[in-house]
């Protein structure tokens, strides 16, 4: 096994201290200090520095740290260095290190910040998201406008795949979370109600918890995590690779050509996936009634289709279209403002994921005042 950095010194009889350096050096391995030939040229004995690297294995830049360490203390006390005996590597890129000297002050002295500053850097920073926020919907209004006027240029066959990925695709996970959301609702319901002889009305409590609010949601959370994400890391991985400004130098507005079918594909998705969690929460909350209830599937559809109203379910599947809205903005915004690195790609997934699920959450908090407002 190879030897570690070695550093040992001998003084010949013209005042020459060789250096003899041996062994390994490596960065992970250490460094020798340059104070240990610092002691002796202090002694004074010393006229002259040179070197013998025979015994040098293998070695990477912390010989170069070495040298240059040592080379300022052989110029301080203005005692000559004689580098033949380094190898040619290590002699030139000790000559490419002190053609030009580190200029004083050029590192930063790392201090911490105040609170005051950073409080104000983040101040500036939501101020900058927020611009950045406001303009991407302006643009977004746009490309809207110029799509009723048949103007928005986009490839019809994107907007398929992107209905098939939002829609279709999207069928298998909204299955299992809906199904288990009606199971859940159910049971809960069902412990409570079963205490006063009061348990037809598990299927009133679930039939209008997914078709007011649940159905909605839920599908808005799942696509806002697997949909939005992916939205992101798409326009993300563009920007990065600089397809997106390629489509600008092209001439295509990258809103057009990108988002809008993006949008346009969760707006026509999300109303029948909404459609699709309701049925399948009430079906999941069916599995209860009749498993733990004894009730019948005729009466707790019946009492299902008694308990919810028109105006529950296109309430639910407006919301649904709204959350779509969102997501895919989120999504879209999120990815544009991706970094230029491949960590800024999971970091832009990240944020629009998050964004997303706020957006869905406010925006169903609000739908809940407004429709108490309107006695909905």
């Given at each position: 096994?190879?030897?570690?950095?070695?550093?040992?010194?001998?003084?010949?009889?013209?005042?020459?201290?060789?250096?003899?350096?041996?062994?390994?050096?490596?960065?992970?391995?250490?460094?020798?200090?340059?104070?240990?030939?610092?002691?002796?040229?202090?002694?004074?004995?010393?006229?002259?520095?040179?070197?013998?690297?025979?015994?040098?294995?293998?070695?990477?830049?912390?010989?170069?740290?070495?040298?240059?360490?040592?080379?300022?203390?052989?110029?301080?006390?203005?005692?000559?260095?004689?580098?033949?005996?380094?190898?040619?590597g290590?002699?030139?890129?000790?000559?490419?290190?002190?053609?030009?000297?580190?200029?004083?002050?050029?590192?930063r002295?790392?201090?911490?910040?105040?609170?005051?500053?950073?409080?104000?850097?983040?101040?500036?920073?939501?101020?900058?998201?927020?611009?950045?926020?406001?303009?991407?919907?302006?643009?977004?209004?746009?490309s809207?406008?110029?799509?009723?006027?048949?103007?928005?240029?986009?490839?019809?066959?994107?907007?398929?795949?992107?209905?098939?990925?939002?829609?279709?695709?999207?069928?298998?996970?909204?299955?299992?979370?809906?199904?288990?959301?009606?199971?859940?609702?159910?049971?809960?319901?069902?412990?409570?109600?079963?205490?006063?002889?009061?348990?037809?009305?598990?299927?009133?409590?679930?039939?209008?918890?997914?078709?007011?609010?649940?159905?909605?949601?839920?599908?808005?959370?799942?696509?806002?995590?697997?949909?939005?994400?992916?939205?992101?890391?798409?326009?993300?991985?563009?920007?990065?690779?600089?397809?997106?400004?390629?489509?600008?130098?092209?001439g295509?507005?990258?809103?057009?050509?990108l988002?809008?079918?993006?949008?346009i594909?969760?707006?026509?998705?999300?109303?029948l996936?909404?459609?699709?969690?309701?049925?399948?929460?009430v079906?999941?909350g069916?599995?209860?009634?009749?498993?733990?209830?004894?009730?019948?599937?005729?009466?707790?559809?019946?009492?299902?289709?008694?308990?919810i109203?028109?105006?529950?379910?296109?309430?639910?599947?407006?919301?649904?279209?709204?959350?779509?809205?969102?997501?895919?903005?989120?999504?879209?915004?999120?990815?544009?403002?991706?970094?230029?690195?491949?960590?800024?790609?999971?970091?832009?997934?990240?944020?629009?994921?998050?964004?997303?699920?706020?957006a869905?959450?406010?925006?169903?908090?609000?739908?809940?005042?407004?429709?108490?407002?309107?006695?909905?």
């Amino acid at each position: 096994m190879a030897e570690n950095s070695q550093v040992s010194f001998t003084l010949a009889g013209d005042s020459t201290l060789n250096v003899q350096l041996c062994g390994v050096w490596q960065l992970r391995s250490g460094v020798p200090p340059a104070t240990l030939v610092e002691r002796e040229l202090e002694t004074g004995r010393a006229r002259s520095v040179a070197f013998d690297a025979g015994k040098l294995g293998s070695w990477d830049s912390s010989v170069l740290i070495f040298l240059v360490q040592l080379s300022e203390l052989c110029r301080q006390r203005q005692i000559p260095m004689d580098r033949a005996g380094l190898p040619a590597g290590v002699q030139k890129l000790l000559a490419l290190a002190e053609a030009v000297p580190e200029r004083k002050g050029a590192r930063r002295e790392l201090t911490e910040a105040s609170v005051l500053e950073r409080i104000g850097t983040t101040a500036i920073g939501v101020a900058g998201s927020l611009t950045e926020m406001l303009s991407f919907l302006g643009e977004m209004t746009i490309s809207s406008v110029r799509l009723f006027g048949m103007k928005a240029r986009y490839r019809a066959s994107d907007l398929f795949l992107l209905i098939q990925q939002c829609g279709a695709q999207a069928l298998p996970i909204v299955t299992l979370i809906s199904f288990l959301v009606g199971v859940i609702l159910a049971f809960v319901g069902a412990v409570q109600l079963k205490q006063f002889g009061a348990q037809i009305y598990v299927a009133d409590l679930v039939g209008i918890a997914m078709m007011r609010e649940m159905g909605a949601m839920m599908t808005g959370i799942i696509m806002a995590g697997r949909t939005g994400a992916a939205f992101a890391a798409q326009l993300g991985t563009m920007k990065v690779t600089q397809e997106v400004d390629a489509l600008t130098t092209a001439g295509f507005s990258p809103l057009e050509f990108l988002v809008l079918p993006r949008v346009i594909a969760l707006i026509l998705m999300m109303p029948l996936l909404c459609l699709y969690a309701d049925f399948v929460g009430v079906l999941g909350g069916a599995v209860i009634g009749v498993g733990m209830l004894d009730l019948s599937w005729i009466t707790y559809f019946q009492e299902t289709v008694n308990a919810i109203t028109l105006t529950d379910i296109l309430g639910g599947v407006f919301k649904s279209s709204v959350y779509g809205v969102l997501i895919a903005l989120s999504g879209c915004l999120r990815g544009l403002q991706c970094g230029n690195s491949s960590s800024a790609v999971g970091d832009a997934a990240t944020s629009a994921v998050v964004t997303g699920i706020v957006a869905i959450v406010v925006a169903c908090g609000s739908f809940a005042v407004v429709f108490y407002i309107l006695g909905i």
